[in-house]
Every structure is written in structure tokens, then in C-alpha cells.
């Protein structure tokens, strides 16, 4: 069970949305935030697993989590689903855009098809994501928009062009939404992970060799998990950062 290093009380009863919050990452944030006393919705488009969390939540959390389903993909889609995650919520208050795919890729072989799925996945839903939310954090009378980028466009990683490119851009556009959107009470912030250890990284990428290569350069000599992203994801979505916007936070163990 996850530990609760510190309670924010503003989010208790504050309404959350999670994108990609089925598995991984996506569902340690559900998680943290639900232990938080907010009323937490996520959506996904893995059923069996997101309905496994939703539902082993819903037990112990003093708000039912609620699942969607969705391709983000799709605009119309997403904004269906967040409208819906504000309405069964009554209010949002915090959108964490936390979806994403970090498929390898090789530059000679990138096709059109592929980098316009990549951009979709990876960039195009933060930014719809994000504009179907606001109106709602308008009524609420302001909000947080949380987006993770990642380092992996800092490391000179060869084998993802697509993605580090989306990540990149991440940044761009959380100071871009950052300068819009502060006037009316919204702030934006974004968290660069660096090597997470999760189920699908180890079933997919990560080898012993890969993951001790990079505890050696790290700082901090130990894996980083999913856990490791709950505290300052929950900081910057709280009042406790209030005053601070159009930043990133690297929670990379020190490899940087």
C-alpha cells in the first residue's frame, strides 16, 4: 500500500481527472490522490485493469474513483470525457496530463502514419485535454494543469525521435498555457520523470544492464518507481505550490 508522505488539504474533495491513469505511472497518481480525499476520475482505454483500479479504490477512498474509457486520440472523444469526469464529479479543479507512449522507433524507418500517431498520443491530447478541462477550472474559479514531459529528450536518445520530440514540446506548450491561462487562476507545471521502473518498461525496454547503467549515473543509487512521481505530482496540483507556474520539476534521481 502506498505510503502518504504529506496530506494536502485543498484537495481534499477537489475534483481530479488522470489521463492514462489505468496502469503504471497514470495509476500510482490515481491512487495518490485519492488517498488525499479527492474525487478522483481517470481515463484510460485498457478496461481490466483500469476497472480493477477504479474498483479496489472505490473501497478504502472516501469518493468512488471513476473510469472512462477513451481514445485520446479522438478530440471529440476526450472532450466528451472530461465534460463527463466534470459533471460525475460536480467540479475540476485538476487535470494531470499524464498519458503517453514511449515506443522506440528507429529514424530510418519512421513512416508519416507513425510520427502522426506518436504526436497524437504524446502531444495533440495534452493540449485538447487541457482546453476541454479549462472551462471547467473557470467555474471552479481556477485550477492546476499537471503535464509530464520526460528527460529522454535531454539524454540525446537516439531511438525515440518521435516521442522525444512530443516531450520536448510539452514544455513549449506548459509555458505557453502557462502565460494564457494564469490571469484567470490556472497554473501549469510540468514533471520530467526519468527512468521509472514499471511492469511494461521491464516486459518491453528495460534490461539489468540498462537499469544499472543508469542507477550509476544517477545521484541517488537506487530505481526509481512509480511512487517516486506522487509527492511532487500532488505538490504542484495543491495550494502548497500556489505561486509558482510555467515551471518543470525533474524527478530523475539526479542523472542530470
Known sequence: MMEISALYADLSDCGVL???????????????????????????????????????????????????????????ATKNAVDTAAEQLGSLSVLVNNAGW???HDFDTVTEEYWD???????????????????????AGGGTIVNFSSIAYLLNMGEMPAYTTAKAAIIGLTKSLAG????????????LPGMIVTERQKELWLTEDG???????????????????????????SKASSAMTAQTIVIDGGAL
Do not use: W
Open 18 to 76: 488522470v489521463t492514462g491513469g489505468g496502469s503504471g505511472i497514470g495509476a500510482a497518481l490515481v491512487e495518490g490522490f485519492a488517498r488525499q480525499g479527492a474525487r478522483v476520475a481517470f481515463i484510460d482505454y485498457a478496461d481490466g485493469p483500469s476497472q480493477e483500479l477504479a474498483a479496489r479504490l472505490s473501497v478504502t477512498s472516501p469518493h468512488p474513483v471513476l473510469y472512462l474509457n477513451a481514445d485520446l486520440r479522438d478530440v471529440a
Open 102 to 104: 514511449d515506443d522506440r
Open 117 to 139: 500517431k506518436s504526436q497524437a498520443i504524446n502531444l495533440k491530447q495534452v493540449f485538447f485535454a487541457s482546453q476541454a478541462a479549462v472551462p471547467h477550472m473557470r467555474r
Open 180 to 191: 494564457r491561462l494564469g490571469p484567470e487562476n490556472i497554473r501549469v507545471n510540468a514533471i
Open 211 to 237: 537499469m544499472s547503467a543508469m542507477v550509476a549515473r544517477q545521484c541517488l543509487k537506487r530505481l526509481l518507481l512509480t511512487e517516486d512521481l506522487v509527492g511532487p505530482c500532488l505538490f504542484l496540483a
